[in-house]
């Protein structure tokens, strides 16, 4: 079959409305995880969706809502375990290790086909059926309408705890929500390309993005963007070579995307801005001169410096 006789195929259809949820959903949540240092709870929270899945397929063979409910408990553990980096990391590293031996003995207590349970691991995303499409639309419309309530404060919270807090910003609480959207966001991508590779679409893109500007809105552009043609893209690649999963090539874009915003970063763009000035500098008397402080100097700090400018005046509202 050709590429276009797949693509009238009804499975192809909801695989790619399925991947282009789950892009948006973890391109939009990459940036904030990458800035809140929760990079290794998205790793725990996926790895443990395998342990919900296989208690939903015992209990009610059903893997995606076991892993949906599953990945809650997990998040409100994260969030009341440990508030610091280190202590929050000690809790996971705990629970993880408890959780997937707790998922190994579930599975062994289901006696039927535990194919649906191990999908969970490696992703199956032609196998996403139209009442998951219909649970991943509810996941993704969720995730949306929390971002943009929690935007803000969350922001606020992510660069100056302590002043956000003073402002009046319940930074605790706004942490646990988001974790929990965090919760539904790795669920949802761990659909496409299962929990071993689930950092491919909620942490790769963003770290990419974040390389290339230090705004924030910018960085969630992009990242979405580069989600959303690692998923498709790698969706449609796996059509044409129908002997690798979807999650392989997906997972490969995705790292691309990653090393080429690296080099860019590097050498490109530092090259561009030194030709601007140079060509600023020789211009006319008239013309506006590029300032260097309009725009942030690293990806890394200065992001945090342009969020607390715009966020502090409306900390204490949020």
Do not use: C
């Amino acid at each position: 079959m050709t590429l276009s006789d797949y693509l009238t195929e009804t499975f192809v259809r909801n695989a790619l409305i399925a991947a282009t949820l789950v892009a948006i959903t973890a391109g939009l949540i990459g940036p904030v995880v990458i800035m809140r240092d929760l990079a290794f709870a998205v790793h725990g929270t996926a790895e443990l969706a395998f342990t919900g899945a296989a208690a939903g397929l015992l209990v009610a063979d059903d893997p995606l809502l076991g892993a949906l409910l599953g990945s809650i408990v997990v998040a409100t553990a994260f969030g009341f375990l440990g508030n610091r980096v280190r202590e929050r990391n000690s809790a996971i590293g705990v629970i993880l290790a408890f959780g997937l031996g707790v998922g190994v003995y579930l599975l062994s207590l289901y006696k039927g086909f535990a194919t649906a349970a191990t999908n969970i691991l490696f992703g199956q995303i032609f196998g996403v059926s139209p009442g998951q499409i219909t649970l991943l639309t509810a996941i993704a419309v969720g995730v949306l309408i929390a971002m943009v309530l929690l935007y803000r404060p969350l922001l606020f919270a992510s660069v100056d705890p302590e002043l956000a807090e003073a402002r009046g910003v319940r930074t605790r609480l706004v942490g646990l929500l988001f974790v929990y959207v965090l919760a539904l966001t790795v669920t949802e991508a761990a659909q496409v390309v299962g929990t071993l590779l689930v950092l491919s679409l909620a942490i790769t893109p963003a770290a990419a993005a974040s390389r290339l500007s230090a705004r924030t809105p910018v960085v969630i552009g992009i990242s979405i963007a580069f989600a959303l043609i690692a998923a498709d893209g790698g969706l449609v690649l796996s059509l044409i070579h129908s002997d690798v999963k979807a999650s392989v090539f997906i997972s490969a874009i995705s790292f691309a995307f990653y090393v080429l915003a690296r080099v860019g970063a590097r050498w490109i763009l530092p090259a561009l801005t030194s030709r601007r000035h140079a060509s600023g500098h020789s211009g006319t008397r008239g013309e506006t001169m590029p300032h260097a402080h309009a725009r942030d100097p690293a990806p890394g700090g200065a992001g945090a410096t342009s969020v607390a400018t715009s966020e502090r005046g409306d900390g204490s509202n949020d």
